[in-house]
């Protein structure tokens, strides 16, 4: 894709290390026609970027673009935040309806997010919004308070920016980049096709907040192949919308493969959700390490999330010294009220929001030093999982340095688990040759739950 194309080099628009490059940048990036603008060596000083159709954008190797953490120069946009469509931030390098977009090299998108993460802290507490860009955003966004939450801190209106985010673009190729200190999700395509991310590195500490390494939400037909991702929330995460706005899109997230990926200390490795709203289907991961992660193979939802989850296959994973590394959680409880409703125990009539889990197959599955438990399979009364298939497979606990069972998934409603075996509740499960090891009870099983082994 870099052969005959324009090349453009960011210093011949005047681009200078040690100042702000960003009109430099904005320059050599609206150039017309196909292009390609490099990025050489060094540390270039930015504030947010637009990529518009048929540029290729080479990060040579030992370059980084840094991006200002100036919360004032990321200016509203209308993207979807949380699942939600809504105006927020801009991200720090967006892509926005584009076909034929590369983002290539060896070099680095540097967020810097420390300024991001510490104010996302503070922001827990506060009510609603206090800043210029957040009240902005609020008179942006006058139903904000209805809209559901996901724990990134909507009720603030302080809606930060991710570090790459291409919104309803097809045909884009990201590969070999390493992006670091994302103030938000690192990677976030949405309403996108035929997109390929590739060797790929993605950093972020894991004390910073809400920082998942690939969010692939509402897309069609996606690769993610040999990428290495250390985070503070979620690895590969797929979604689809949240509650009624992702059910009037109503567009799923479908025909995804995820190949030879690590995942080191994440809160999941590959994870379904929480944002189903438009279904999630057609889903293959195979050939992945997940490394001392929270969680590893990760489906979460609940009510009012919405959305049919199906046809979903892992196979040939490796799972070290996770938490749990097998959860399906129908009662996720990430910034819900404590006391909803959303998580009753008594079956509640099936309404369009009220999500669905069905045919899962996992096989070839080897954890080993599961600190809580081995498996989490939890269902609603109303909508219990069907389907699930676990062959092949190995589980076992570590003999030190356990967790309490109940860090298994973030769940409300639920009573404490009793034991750190395959916990089974509102499920239709089978397993054939399934060895779970390091407990007197391997399996727990708990209302409408019905599990055959062979």
Same mark, same amino acid.
């Given at each position: 894709?870099?052969?005959?194309?324009?090349?453009?080099?960011?210093?011949?628009?005047?681009?200078?290390?040690? @100042?702000?490059?960003?009109?430099? &940048?904005?320059? #050599? *990036? $609206?150039?017309?026609? =196909?292009?390609?603008?490099?990025? /050489? %060596? +060094?540390?270039?000083?930015?504030?947010?970027?637009?990529?518009?159709?048929?540029?290729?954008?080479?990060?040579?190797?030992?370059?980084?673009?840094?991006?200002?953490?100036?919360?004032?120069?990321?200016?509203?946009?209308?993207?979807?935040?949380?699942?939600?469509?809504?105006?927020?931030?801009?991200?720090?390098?967006?892509?926005?309806?584009?076909?034929?977009?590369?983002?290539?090299?060896?070099?680095?998108?540097?967020?810097?997010?420390?300024?991001?993460?510490?104010?996302?802290?503070?922001?827990?507490?506060? @009510?609603?919004?206090?800043?210029? &860009?957040?009240? #902005? *955003? $609020?008179?942006?966004? =006058?139903?904000?308070?209805?809209? /559901? %939450? +996901?724990?990134?801190?909507?009720?603030?209106?302080?809606?930060?920016?991710?570090?790459?985010?291409?919104?309803?673009?097809?045909?884009?190729?990201?590969?070999?980049?390493?992006?670091?200190?994302?103030?938000?999700?690192?990677?976030?395509?949405?309403?996108?096709?035929?997109?390929?991310?590739?060797?790929?590195?993605?950093?972020?500490?894991?004390?910073?907040?809400?920082?998942?390494?690939?969010?692939?939400?509402?897309?069609?037909?996606?690769?993610?192949?040999?990428?290495?991702?250390?985070?503070?929330?979620?690895?590969?995460?797929?979604?689809?919308?949240?509650?009624?706005?992702?059910?009037?899109?109503?567009?799923?997230?479908?025909?995804?493969?995820?190949?030879?990926?690590?995942?080191?200390?994440?809160?999941?490795?590959?994870?379904?959700?929480?944002?189903?709203?438009?279904?999630?289907?057609?889903?293959?991961?195979?050939?992945?390490?997940?490394?001392?992660?929270?969680?590893?193979?990760?489906?979460?939802?609940?009510?009012?999330?919405?959305?049919?989850?199906?046809?979903?296959?892992?196979?040939?994973?490796?799972?070290?010294?996770?938490?749990?590394?097998?959860?399906?959680?129908?009662?996720?409880?990430?910034?819900?009220?404590?006391?909803?409703?959303?998580?009753?125990?008594?079956?509640?009539?099936?309404?369009?929001?009220?999500?669905?889990?069905?045919?899962?197959?996992?096989?070839?599955?080897?954890?080993?030093?599961?600190?809580?438990?081995?498996?989490?399979?939890?269902?609603?009364?109303?909508?219990?999982?069907?389907?699930?298939?676990?062959?092949?497979?190995?589980?076992?606990?570590?003999?030190?340095?356990?967790?309490?069972?109940?860090?298994?998934?973030?769940?409300?409603?639920?009573?404490?688990?009793?034991?750190?075996?395959?916990?089974?509740?509102?499920?239709?499960?089978?397993?054939?040759?399934?060895?779970?090891?390091?407990?007197?009870?391997?399996?727990?099983?708990?209302?409408?739950?019905?599990?055959?082994?062979?």
């Amino acid at each position: 894709m870099t052969k005959n194309l324009l090349t453009i080099d960011i210093r011949d628009k005047g681009a200078v290390q040690g @100042s702000d490059c960003t009109y430099a &940048i904005r320059q #050599a *990036l $609206a150039e017309p026609g =196909a292009k390609l603008v490099r990025i /050489p %060596e +060094g540390t270039w000083h930015t504030g947010p970027l637009d990529v518009r159709s048929n540029t290729t954008l080479l990060l040579e190797k030992g370059s980084r673009l840094l991006f200002s953490d100036d919360e004032n120069l990321y200016g509203p946009v209308f993207s979807r935040w949380e699942g939600v469509e809504c105006y927020c931030m801009h991200p720090c390098l967006y892509i926005e309806e584009a076909e034929n977009v590369s983002i290539i090299g060896e070099g680095t998108l540097d967020g810097n997010g420390s300024k991001w993460w510490a104010k996302a802290v503070e922001k827990k507490m506060q @009510s609603g919004p206090i800043t210029s &860009i957040e009240k #902005a *955003l $609020a008179s942006l966004n =006058a139903d904000y308070a209805e809209q /559901p %939450e +996901g724990g990134g801190g909507r009720q603030s209106q302080y809606l930060r920016p991710p570090l790459l985010q291409a919104k309803s673009c097809s045909n884009l190729l990201i590969k070999s980049v390493t992006l670091v200190n994302s103030p938000f999700w690192t990677l976030h395509p949405i309403f996108c096709s035929s997109l390929r991310i590739e060797n790929v590195r993605i950093i972020n500490p894991y004390t910073a907040p809400n920082t998942d390494g690939i969010d692939i939400d509402s897309c069609t037909d996606v690769k993610v192949l040999g990428c290495f991702i250390n985070v503070g929330d979620d690895g590969i995460a797929l979604k689809s919308g949240s509650g009624k706005d992702g059910m009037r899109r109503g567009k799923p997230t479908e025909k995804v493969l995820i190949k030879d990926c690590l995942v080191l200390g994440a809160h999941g490795g590959v994870v379904i959700g929480s944002e189903t709203a438009g279904g999630i289907h057609d889903i293959q991961a195979f050939r992945c390490t997940f490394d001392g992660t929270d969680r590893g193979i990760r489906i979460k939802t609940r009510r009012q999330r919405g959305g049919a989850i199906r046809n979903l296959e892992f196979s040939d994973i490796v799972m070290r010294d996770t938490l749990c590394p097998v959860t399906v959680n129908m009662y996720y409880g990430c910034a819900a009220k404590e006391g909803s409703p959303l998580f009753s125990l008594e079956s509640l009539p099936v309404e369009p929001s009220t999500p669905s889990i069905s045919d899962i197959r996992i096989s070839n599955v080897s954890s080993t030093g599961s600190r809580s438990s081995v498996g989490f399979l939890v269902g609603l009364p109303e909508s219990p999982i069907t389907g699930l298939e676990i062959k092949d497979s190995s589980f076992s606990l570590a003999t030190e340095g356990l967790s309490p069972a109940s860090e298994s998934e973030m769940y409300k409603g639920l009573p404490n688990p009793k034991g750190r075996g395959l916990r089974c509740r509102n499920v239709n499960a089978r397993l054939v040759n399934v060895t779970i090891s390091g407990m007197d009870k391997p399996i727990e099983l708990e209302s409408d739950a019905i599990v055959e082994r062979k």
